[in-house]
Nanobody, 121 residues
Framework: FQLQASGGGSVQAGGSLRLSCAAS????????IGWFRQAPGREREMVAA????????WYTDPVKGRFTISRDVDKSTVYLQMISLKPEDTAVYYC???????????????WGQGTLVTVSS
């Protein structure tokens, strides 16, 4: 069971990045996927999630209208498109999976390594 996050980098405020979470070793369609982030000195927070089918999505309020989560079944990959990035979006971003269709963070038990996003003002 593996989740591989990538796509992080350094951008200026207002810029864009697309994060990818490539899944392998499990049946991709059976799991909802979430993106989380952890900024220095702050607790990890859930940013977005997408249901097993891809038909349902959820976003935390600070990123609504700026982040878009999607999944490509053929590539077993979930994306997080981020636009209009702000310095407060700076964090290590993680993807995680759950067998349940839920936005309860504690349900996400399978984690990938993080990818760092740095937004400068």
């Amino acid at each position: 069971f593996q989740l591989q996050a990538s796509g992080g980098g350094s951008v200026q405020a207002g810029g864009s990045l697309r994060l990818s979470c490539a899944a392998s070793g499990f049946r991709f369609d059976d799991y909802a996927i979430g993106w989380f982030r952890q900024a220095p000195g702050r607790e990890r927070e859930m940013v977005a999630a997408i249901s097993r089918s891809g038909g349902g999505t959820w976003y935390t309020d600070p990123v609504k209208g700026r982040f878009t989560i999607s999944r490509d079944v053929d590539k077993s990959t979930v994306y997080l498109q981020m636009i209009s990035l702000k310095p407060e979006d700076t964090a290590v971003y993680y993807c995680a999976a759950t067998f349940r269709n839920t936005v309860t963070p504690s349900a996400y038990g399978f984690w990938g390594q993080g990818t760092l996003v740095t937004v400068s003002s």
